[in-house]
């Protein structure tokens, strides 16, 4: 009985290690007093704005097929039916994706999902303005809402893995705004560019308005995906999958960012391998 307990004891002891992320040698500290020490700054508010205008993208791209569908009727010559499945096919790709971009974000790395995502989508977009047939559109916009799902889906805890406890929370709510922003933006993009009249006769289609809006709205993409090279691959999922000292890197970095600070005066200094649950 006392065996029993005992090994219990040093689970649980275990587990808390493991949810901790204690991995300062020097300190002591955990992973929360490692984010401490870099303190809260310029780097976290750049993050927190390219993080909301990905979020901001996304719900771009969710909605865009609602100011497509009236203009591009003709164009395609759609049925209700038709109109339908175009409306459920992105959420049908980001029903899928979602669950293939997670477990890649938790294998390979946040950023890197996020970059891949980001510059898949906004391809796919450009290349859907310029989609001569209904069956074409209704693939390429599948396809958008597969690689949208992983821009959304881990957007959140890329962000939220470089925030202390203490803001997180805050930052997170902050983000959501950005959703809001892009609903609002939208209309108004759409109010701009729609009306026009274009029709450039192509052999295989004409192209309309509603062709340039839709590439006008891919743009963003690729540049935010552009943009994210220029960020770091978040330091907790480097320390999961054992690369401590790049995660170190990481914080040292942020450290020097926030304060303007020497790398020297970041009070941590090396970093053990983390120990993880069995």
């Known amino acids: 009985m006392i065996k029993s307990i005992d090994i219990q004891l040093g689970s649980l002891r275990c587990f808390k290690a493991c949810i901790c992320l204690d991995f300062l040698e020097d300190l002591g500290s955990d992973y929360e007093d490692a984010l401490l020490q870099a303190e809260f700054g310029k780097f976290h508010f750049l993050l927190l704005t390219i993080c909301g205008l990905i979020y901001l993208n996304t719900a771009i791209g969710i909605t865009i097929i609602s100011f497509v569908l009236p203009t591009a009727t003709c164009d395609f010559d759609m049925t209700s039916k038709d109109k339908g499945w175009l409306s459920a096919s992105p959420m049908l790709g980001m029903l899928i994706g979602s669950y293939f971009w997670g477990c890649l974000a938790d294998t390979k790395g946040r950023r890197i999902v996020l970059i891949v995502t980001l510059l898949a989508d906004g391809i796919c977009g450009l290349v859907s303005s310029l989609a001569p047939y209904y069956l074409i559109f209704l693939f390429i916009r599948f396809a958008n809402g597969f690689n949208v799902a992983g821009t959304m889906g881990i957007v959140f805890p890329y962000l939220g893995e470089f925030q202390p406890t203490k803001y997180r929370e805050k930052i ?105 649950l069995m």
């Open 172 to 276: 997170l709510c902050w983000m959501e705004l950005f959703w809001t922003f892009g609903i609002i933006l939208l209309p108004g993009i759409a109010w701009s560019v729609i009306p026009l009249q274009i029709n450039l006769q192509f052999s295989v289609f004409t192209y309309h308005s509603w062709n340039l809006f839709v590439a006008i709205c891919a743009i963003p993409s690729i540049l935010l995906g552009l943009w994210l090279f220029s960020f770091p691959e978040s330091p907790k999922f480097l320390l999961e999958h054992g690369e401590t000292d790049k995660a170190l890197d990481i914080l040292v970095c942020m450290f020097i960012q926030n304060t303007g600070r020497k790398r020297d005066d970041y009070p941590v200094r090396q970093a053990k391998t983390l120990n993880k």
